[in-house]
């Protein structure tokens, strides 16, 4: 009998092989012609601006999309296993899934009276 985990074991260590041999490779192949611009920090063809210095404030409308999204994969991850066993949780799992979209309205709330949901 072998041991069920020296498969995992051997694709582990291909992968740790394929990885380091990637790494290594592009060190050894990869081109080596640096210029001011390729070291220049890139924010989309302009100057880079000091955040620091200039003070000035981060738009949160990124951060308010960002957020939309990890809610509603929150919401996905707990509202499907639910739906799969509906019948066998039968009244606790309603009760337990209206508390949790009870609570998971309060971001919603949040990011709407921030304006997260305003496309212009």
Request: hydrophobic share 55%; aromatic share 16%.
């Amino acid at each position: 009998m072998t041991n069920p985990y020296v498969p995992v074991l051997i694709l582990m260590g291909i992968a740790a092989v394929l990885a380091l041999g990637g790494v290594a490779a592009s060190a050894v192949i990869g081109p080596r012609r640096y210029n001011r611009a390729k070291l220049d920090a890139y924010e989309c063809g302009i100057e880079p601006t000091p955040l620091a210095d200039g003070g000035g404030r981060l738009p949160i409308k990124y951060y308010l999309v960002a957020m939309t999204f990890i809610v509603f994969d929150i919401e996905v991850v707990f509202l499907y296993p639910w739906a799969v066993d509906f019948t066998v949780l039968a009244g606790f799992g309603l009760v337990a899934m209206l508390a949790f979209l009870a609570l998971i309205t309060v971001p919603f709330v949040y990011e709407w009276r921030r304006g997260g949901f305003d496309w212009v």
